[in-house]
């Protein structure tokens, strides 16, 4: 996969232009008896980037992805990472709310490794997508749902903020943890999608959701431009792809408006209800990591400890450390990793 050099105020114009598309109907009951899919052979054919890995298990019916967490197509100069009180919106910040983190000294490499299946099945019972991973990107980098709170009530594309040349989700539509692991996108990964799709062509395949169903950017049949009024609940539709010429149940990212993410899944998938972790990009919310250890090993209720760390918000390791009366090396020593 070809390398895509980040430039600011040219990708994110790229998704934005474009009349309401055309989109191919199927009634309900087409699609709740909508023959088997089977995304081997396109799975196999991506334009995987470098630093990703395909492994296919025929028994199984899946493919392994593994990379290193990290898309090639670089990253803005500097980021937005909010310090923020739990539930506050990131735009409603002061700029003495964020820090100011420069990339190159910013970002770790964070191993994904997922199994994903290669014969999908629509059930007209969807389930909601959590926080955390949702699907994969061709060029390693994960897919995250729209939210930045497990409540769904922050959007992050809705919740940007800027100061000096820095964001909090960068033009590619895309940041990290406040940790600067798991990089992932919020919405069409355009700097992925500029040297993927043509005009006048449907979207090519960026990537696979969890749940087994192939994902694209917003191009639909002829390059019509697809916006959420033609898609269903979950972001979705019956149709042809340039992978799938028959037709596939399929997801579109959007632009116009959101849900711009995938939200829920419309196909059949076992949710692990603890996955999700700590806020994405560090936007404040609920939920978090298992602490129980943690604070067992510091001899203080898990209460306390989520309390000192910011109850669901980006923790302020240095500041909880002195809330509790030890050192940062200690607190970080009992602390679970990052999410994955």
């Known amino acids: 996969m070809k ?3 980040y430039i600011l105020g040219i990708c994110s114009t790229l998704v934005l232009a474009g009349a309401a598309g055309v989109v191919i109907l199927f009634p309900a ?3 709740d008896t909508a023959p088997q899919a089977d995304t081997r052979a396109a799975v196999e054919g991506a334009d995987w980037s470098d630093n990703v ?3 296919i298990d025929e028994a199984a019916n899946s493919f392994n ?3 290193n967490g990290i898309p090639e197509h670089g990253f803005a100069e500097k980021y937005l990472i909010p310090k923020g009180t739990p539930g506050e919106p990131v735009a409603n910040y002061s700029i003495d709310d964020f820090t100011i983190v420069e990339s190159d000294n910013f970002f770790t490499e964070t191993p994904v490794d997922t199994d994903i299946t290669t014969q999908p099945v629509y059930s007209s019972e969807t389930t909601d997508t959590q926080l955390g991973r949702i699907g994969v990107a061709l060029n390693g980098a994960q897919l995250f749902n729209d939210y930045e709170t497990h409540e769904r009530t922050i959007v992050a594309l809705d919740d940007n903020a800027f100061h000096d040349h820095a964001a909090f989700i960068d033009e590619c539509n895309g ?3 406040a940790d600067g692991s798991d990089y992932h996108y919020h919405g069409i990964p355009v700097c992925l999608t500029v040297n ?6 449907h979207s090519y395949m960026l990537g696979v959701l969890e749940d087994g169903f192939p994902v694209y950017a917003n191009q639909d049949v002829n390059g019509e431009i697809i916006g959420n009024d033609q898609l269903d609940e979950c972001s979705g539709h019956f149709g042809p792809t340039p992978e799938f010429p028959e037709g596939i149940y399929h997801y579109h990212l959007t632009a116009d408006e959101a849900p711009y993410m995938v939200d829920c899944y419309h196909g059949e998938i076992e949710v692990d209800e603890t996955r999700g972790g700590p806020p994405p990009g560090g936007a404040p919310g609920g939920g978090g990591p298992d602490l129980s250890g943690a604070a067992k090993a510091l001899g203080i209720s898990e ?6 760390l910011g109850n669901g918000g980006p923790p302020d390791f240095d500041a909880a450390a002195k809330t509790l009366g030890i050192s940062v ?3 970080m020593s009992v602390l679970p990793p990052p999410p994955q």
């Open 3 to 5: 390398s895509v050099p």
């Open 29 to 31: 009951a087409a699609q």
């Open 53 to 55: 890995t395909i492994t």
């Open 65 to 67: 992805f593994k990379s």
């Open 175 to 177: 940041h990290t943890l």
């Open 196 to 201: 993927l799709d043509t005009e006048g062509e």
């Open 303 to 308: 209460q306390v400890l989520r309390d000192a």
């Open 329 to 331: 090396d200690d607190l």
